[in-house]
């Protein structure tokens, strides 16, 4: 755990917030606006969104105890503007419920793993050092660790994993060398990983990789431990309902397959009848839900690379809802036609 000096001279950069900071402009026109921070972290975007509207109330939300109790004291200033709830973001709802509000005026979630976690090396998020594999968000989850995964999960499963969250090339030939290196004995800390990954590259591969050969595996253990797209979808299936309309939702990824659904959701919600192109009438009655903001993510600018090389993966998309949202095939359901 991070002792008291070094969380005092942690430097924490939010990611693309000049661009999420102008998406959110228009909070200053809400008497009393409410705003959920799904993913607080070290509270970089929450603090920037207090300060430039002073009328606003925040609740943030974070699965990673630390995170928020550092989030907490940094907010502090700001009184009983900020409210916080130790969740996951796809448990927003009930934290809305817990906190007496209805609906929010923006939403905001940041995906990913947090600066904190990362440099912390006893996490087990990083390729540095040698800490148990771990990789769990909530430390004190009853969930999977990397451990459980790599350790137990046959081949195919791992390849999949690492393909598909990975998006490693080498997929078959890493499942293959970590089965290999467990049944001689357990794989148990980042290092003993990271060295078995590396050898099931190519010679050729490693001397030309720009990044350690175990990032991607790293990435899709992180992804699996924590059901990162799972929550994403869980949050996305629910936020619209608890948003009002003018209201405003952010969402930032790192990852091709978390992109994909945000996209994917943003523009089936921006979309009018759902019908299928072969039906003669519409029978769903949808009506656009939204309006999204930008053609195309949001990605950080040369200055911010330059202080900031994490936000090189980086995507921000943002819709504003504009109507509520009408279920035509019950209302005729219920009518008898």
Request: net charge neutral; proline share 4%; aromatic share 4%.
């Amino acid at each position: 755990m991070l002792g008291a000096e070094t969380v005092k001279d942690f430097q924490h950069l939010p990611v693309l917030l000049r661009e999420t900071l102008e998406d959110f402009s228009l909070l200053s026109r809400v008497d009393g606006a409410k705003f959920l921070d799904g993913t607080l972290g070290l509270g970089g975007h929450s603090r920037a969104l207090l300060e430039a509207h002073p009328g606003l109330e925040l609740l943030g939300l974070d699965r990673d105890a630390e995170a928020l109790g550092i989030a907490r004291e940094r907010l502090a200033p700001f009184g009983g503007r900020v409210h916080t709830v130790h969740c996951r973001f796809s448990q927003f709802a009930q934290a809305l419920d817990q906190t007496g509000w209805e609906r929010v005026d923006g939403a905001l979630i940041d995906i990913g793993v947090s600066s904190l976690q990362l440099d912390e090396d006893a996490r087990g998020f990083s390729l540095r050092g040698d800490a148990p594999l771990d990789m769990r968000m909530d430390k004190d989850s009853a969930g999977p660790t990397a451990r459980d995964i790599v350790n137990g999960w046959d081949m195919g499963a791992l390849r999949d994993l690492v393909a598909s969250c990975g998006e490693d090339p080498m997929a078959g030939r890493i499942a293959r060398a970590v089965c290999e290196a467990r049944a001689r004995a357990p794989i148990e800390t980042t290092g003993q990983l990271a060295e078995i990954v590396s050898r099931a590259y190519p010679a050729g591969w490693r001397a030309k990789a720009r990044r350690h050969p175990a990032t991607r595996t790293f990435q899709a253990l992180r992804m699996a431990v924590n059901d990162e797209l799972g929550e994403l979808s869980r949050f996305l299936d629910a936020i619209l309902s608890r948003l009002n309309i003018g209201g405003r939702l952010a969402v930032l990824t790192f990852h091709s397959l978390e992109d994909r659904m945000v996209k994917q959701r943003m523009r089936q919600w921006a979309e009018g009848c759902l019908c299928p192109k072969y039906a003669k009438a519409c029978t769903c009655g949808h009506v656009p839900e939204v309006k999204v903001l930008h053609k195309k993510p949001l990605a950080a600018q040369p200055d911010e690379l330059a202080r900031n090389p994490r936000a090189s993966s980086a995507k921000l998309r943002c819709a504003e809802k504009i109507a509520e949202r009408v279920d035509r095939r019950a209302e005729r359901k219920e009518a008898g036609l």
